[in-house]
C-alpha cells in the first residue's frame, strides 16, 4: 500500500513539472481575417487549412469564402459559395471536403454544397428533402448527415 502512494506521488511530481514546462499562459496572435467583418460565418476545416466565410454584419449577406493555412499563417480567397444562405447555416467537412448548406441569404435554403480543396469548386449535392431553414442542430455520423429541428423563419 505504501509503495502505491509513493508511485502516485512521483506521479504527481513529474506530470505537474512536465505541465509546467509546457504551459506558457499566453495567445499568439495570427494573420487576421482579410474579408470585411462579419458574423454568423460558416466554417469548417480539412487538413492544415480553415475555411470561413458566408456572413452577415447586419446590412450585407456575405457570400465569400477564404482559406486560412495553419503551416504558412496566411490567407487566400478561394471560390465563392454559390449556395442560398450565406450564414445561419451548417458547414462541417468529411475525407477532405468541406459542406455548407441550408442558412438564410436573399432567402432561406435547402441546399448543400460541397467544397473541393483540389479544384477550388462548389458542387452541388441533393438538397434536403424538408422545408428550407437555418439554425439547425445536426451532427454526423460516419457519412451521414442527420439535421434537427430549425427555423424556416419565426419559432423554430
Not at 481575417?33 to 487549412?49: C, D, K, L, M
Not at 457570400?63 to 444562405?85: C, E, L, M, R, V
Not at 441550408?102 to 422545408?131: C, E, F, H, R
Amino acid at each position: 500500500m505504501k509503495s502505491c502512494y509513493l508511485r502516485l506521488i512521483l506521479i504527481l511530481v513529474l506530470f505537474s513539472g512536465y505541465a509546467d514546462l509546457f504551459a506558457q499562459n499566453t495567445w499568439t496572435k495570427m494573420a487576421g481575417f482579410p474579408g470585411q467583418a462579419r458574423r454568423e460565418t460558416n466554417s469548417f476545416s480539412i487538413g492544415h487549412y480553415d475555411i470561413v466565410g458566408g456572413g452577415n454584419n447586419g446590412s450585407s449577406n456575405f457570400y465569400d469564402f477564404y482559406k486560412w493555412d495553419q503551416n504558412t499563417n496566411s490567407w487566400g480567397s478561394i471560390a465563392s459559395y454559390p449556395g442560398t444562405g450565406s450564414y445561419s447555416g451548417l458547414a462541417f467537412s468529411c475525407e477532405g471536403k468541406g459542406y455548407v448548406g441550408m442558412g438564410v441569404g436573399s432567402s432561406i435554403g435547402n441546399d448543400l454544397w460541397q467544397y473541393d480543396t483540389t479544384s477550388d469548386k462548389w458542387n452541388q449535392m441533393a438538397s434536403l428533402p424538408g422545408s428550407v431553414r437555418y439554425d439547425v442542430s445536426y451532427f454526423i455520423l460516419g457519412h451521414k448527415l442527420s439535421l434537427v429541428g430549425g427555423s424556416a423563419g419565426g419559432s423554430p
